[in-house]
């Protein structure tokens, strides 16, 4: 198993940039997929953005492509991380960290295994 624990998060102004980090602990961290999912007020969970296994490989939202970066640092932190810049009103949300053991990256939150509480993002316009 492995456990996630995100941080980051915080009310900012449309335009100001944060950034989010998933620290993992418990297994390997290197073998699993990680994703970042977002969740707004009355709204459903969606894919934001996924790395593969050894970082070489990234996905992303077509509504976040250009403004976010996700990262991950295999080599001792274990952590994931997620650069959010350019923010709008619309990129708040709860986001949760989330992994999963088989398969790549994937947008369908029903496949990954494990997920963090999550850390909320407000922006202000």
């Known amino acids: 198993q492995v456990q996630l624990v995100e941080s980051g998060g915080g009310l900012v102004q449309a335009g100001d940039s944060l950034r989010l980090s998933c620290a993992a602990s418990?297994?390997?961290?290197?073998?699993?997929?990680m994703a970042w999912f977002r969740q707004g007020p009355g709204e459903e969970r969606e894919f934001v953005a996924g790395i593969n296994r050894s970082g070489g490989s990234t996905d992303y939202a077509d509504s976040v492509k250009g403004r976010f970066t996700i990262s991950r640092d295999n080599g001792g932190k274990n952590m994931v991380a997620l650069q959010m810049n350019n923010l709008k009103p619309e990129d708040t949300a709860l986001y949760y960290c989330a992994a999963r053991t088989i398969g790549g990256v994937s947008k369908l939150s029903s496949e990954y295994n494990y997920w963090g509480r999550g850390t909320q993002v407000t922006v202000s316009s």
């Open positions: 418990g297994r390997t961290f290197s073998m699993y997929v």
